[in-house]
């Protein structure tokens, strides 16, 4: 029995040996695919080390280095998962909580995110990826919660279950559009050891008159390698594309360079270098991403070279079209360049720079920015595109379509096909409409044939009747709107025999789509029937405007200023009236002298006396009469209705008045 104990302990020593022996070779080969970037391969390496490690610490760290691999193949799912279960073995490195953080965030789990955040802060106190890592946290629900209008859509007939990023227009009419992929048929047969997937290609795809996209072909092979080609961009005339290639061995990663290639007929020259490299640069330096400016005159890039502001830096070099060379780059300056990584540039025909950063104030990852020209070859006032453009994944490459307000961008956000997918975006258009109904404001019926005209601040007038129902609408007018965005309007309708009505809408910061629905209720004149207006008080036995705390007149007859204003041909007779309290007579007087103490302030106003004629009535056209009131209960009642005897108010007498043209000075 003893003997059997010594044999057992002795073979478990020998397995223990050899186990132990495996774990360090695979932890040796799984580190140095690590440090040469092949990090898809380093996974996998680093799951077979921990099944044979039998150390704590070393343990901890390989979940470590699982974890940061997924971090460099941005699978934000499984580095919350690793992450976890490295500091769940105690992994005693405070970055273990910082890029958790990092991969809650790319997960929109902002709440997760701030936690550890916090949690590194304690035990890293005053790096300002914390401040950075919070800010973007709150800033990306910020943005998430109040989206731009645009519309982003997954290009589901372009993108794969692999990379599909950086696309770029190769015709005029915006139909064929390049881009880079791993999908199967790449020109590749190996496996790219940095993402598990093929090596990309540059691939093209047209799409038909109803805009449904063809299936994507690989270009050829003078263009693409067995290494990694993407990122295009062609001249205005498409005859020339740039496009960015990283080559690589088995050893190492050797970095990336910018090519060019002309169109030969049908198909593209060999590609050739376009040296930007300083001389003394380390060979794993990276220059890709290539932008031309509108007039091609010069080549913007990205580039990790010496004299950057950060990690990748945006830099710009003069460019010769027919030699094919470029000049001595510059860097884009701290305006454009942060300490993070500026990638991806794109010129608009306008001029406005956009580019992906993950160094300016962001959602998190990269985002899309935009930046105004602020002279040659200078651009600033950096501008986050926000929401839904911007997610809090990465979002980079984004190309316009000429001056319209769509196009075409990568992304990595969820939901997608592949691991990045190339999705679309389109700001629909601002739509205004102005529909409503004209009443007579007596009978309340529908009043047809009604005038309705319409002057914008833009210079825009334009009138339609109403129809039988009363009805009109102001819509699509052809391919145009009558109703425009940021436009004051304003609006009046009339008709033979009514009053004018008079309003305004604005469409002035609207940012949603708006039809105004109105109600327009216009008065009928007739000479024999008095229209009423707000109560035009007097002291007692006065025929003085009654101006007080309580009362203002004034304000009363303002109202028939304003009508005699929107209505300037009309001629009216303005009727004050009495109760029947006291003699026929004074009665009579006391109301002319009433009647004329309106038409001189409306005088005062500005209105022309030969277009109002007083006239007083004292007591003889009663609302209420004397029976009426007698038989009312309380003295309250009966002094009301003694006031609303006491009234002013008008009639039309005619449309025939011409107003006079203003002097000059």
């Known amino acids: 029995m003893q ?105 929109g789990d902002f709440s997760q995110a701030l936690e550890y955040f916090n949690l590194y802060e304690e035990r890293n106190p005053g790096d300002p990826r914390v401040k950075k890592g919070i800010q973007e946290s709150e ?29 770029a227009w190769a015709d005029e009419k915006f139909n064929t559009i390049f881009f880079g992929s791993s999908r199967q048929g790449a020109q590749g047969i190996e496996t790219d050891k940095r993402t598990g997937e093929s090596f990309q290609d540059i691939f093209f795809a047209t799409r038909d008159s109803k805009g449904k996209w063809s299936e994507p ?17 062609l001249t205005n005339n498409f005859e020339m594309m740039l496009f960015t290639r990283c080559e690589s061995d088995d050893k190492q990663n050797k970095g990336c360079d910018i090519y060019l290639t002309r169109k030969n007929d049908k ?78 540039p794109f010129v608009r025909k306008d001029g406005v720079l956009f580019f992906a950063s993950d160094g300016h104030l962001g959602m998190g990852g990269l985002d899309i920015f935009s930046a105004e020209s602020t002279g040659d070859n200078a651009w600033g006032n950096v501008q986050n595109l926000k929401a839904p453009i911007n997610s809090v994944a990465h979002d980079f490459g984004i190309i316009w379509e000429g001056d319209a307000q769509r196009g075409y961008f990568s992304s ?3 939901g997608g096909t592949g691991r990045d997918d190339i999705y679309s975006f389109n700001m629909p258009p601002l739509l205004f409409a102005l529909e409503g109904v ?33 009805a009109f609408t102001f819509a699509e007018k052809g391919e145009e709107r009558y109703i425009n965005p940021e436009t004051n309007y304003s609006i009046e309708v009339s008709k033979p025999d009514y009053l004018v009505a008079k309003d305004q809408i604005s ?17 009928f004149t007739d000479p024999n029937k008095a229209i009423e207006f707000p109560e035009v008080r007097y002291a007692l036995d006065k025929a003085e405007l009654q101006v007080n705390n309580e009362v203002n007149s004034k304000d ?31 009665n009579k007087r006391l109301s002319q002298r009433r009647a004329e103490s309106c038409v001189e302030y409306l005088a005062s106003k500005g209105i022309p006396q030969e277009r109002m004629i007083p006239k007083g009535y004292g007591e003889s056209k009663l609302r209420i009469t004397d029976a009426q009131i007698a038989k009312m209960d309380t003295r309250e009642e009966k002094e009301a209705a003694h006031q609303k005897n006491r009234r002013t108010e008008f009639s039309v007498l005619s449309f025939d008045y011409i107003p006079k043209e203003p002097e000059d000075n």
């Open 3 to 107: 003997i059997k104990k010594l044999l057992l302990l002795s073979l478990f020593a020998i397995s223990s040996i050899v186990a132990f022996g495996q774990a360090e070779k695979f932890i040796k080969e799984a580190d140095n695919a690590f440090e040469n970037e092949a990090y898809f391969e380093a996974i996998d390496i680093y799951k077979k080390a921990y099944s044979k490690e039998s150390s704590a610490d070393e343990k901890a760290r390989l979940l470590f280095q699982i974890a940061e691999s997924y971090r460099y193949v941005l699978d934000y799912e499984q580095q919350v998962i690793w992450y976890n279960k490295a500091l769940k073995a105690q992994y005693d490195d405070p970055k273990a909580f910082l890029h958790l953080a990092e991969a809650y965030q790319r997960e």
């Open 139 to 167: 800033y990306a629900q910020e943005l998430r919660d109040n989206p731009t209008r645009y519309i982003v859509q997954n290009e589901i007939l372009l993108n794969s279950g692999e990379y599909d990023f950086g696309p």
């Open 217 to 233: 072909e690989r270009l050829t092979y003078r263009i693409n390698t067995v290494h990694n080609e993407a990122v295009p961009t």
């Open 267 to 344: 198909s593209w020259t060999t590609a050739q270098l376009v040296d930007l490299k300083p001389e003394d640069s380390h060979p794993t330096t990276t220059v890709g991403h290539p932008a031309l400016t509108p007039d091609e005159s010069f080549l913007i890039f990205s580039s990790d070279m010496a004299g950057g502001e950060g990690g990748k830096d945006l830099w710009i070099a003069p460019f010769d079209k027919g030699s094919r060379m470029a000049g001595t780059p510059v860097n884009m300056g701290s305006q454009i360049n942060t300490k993070g990584d500026e990638m991806f």
């Open 412 to 414: 990595d956000r969820n």
């Open 438 to 470: 004209v009443y007579d404001k007596d009978t309340q019926l529908p009043v047809s044939e009604a005038t309705v005209k319409v002057v914008g601040s833009d210079g825009t007038s334009f009138e339609a009747e109403s129809d039988g129902g009363g």
């Open 507 to 523: 469409t002035v910061g609207l940012d949603e789509s708006t039809t105004f629905l109105k109600e327009y209720f216009i008065t």
């Open 556 to 586: 009363s007859l303002d109202f028939l200023y304003q009508t005699l204003v929107d209505n300037p041909t009309i001629i009216i007779e303005l009727q004050a009236h009495t109760d029947s309290r006291g003699d026929d007579n004074y």
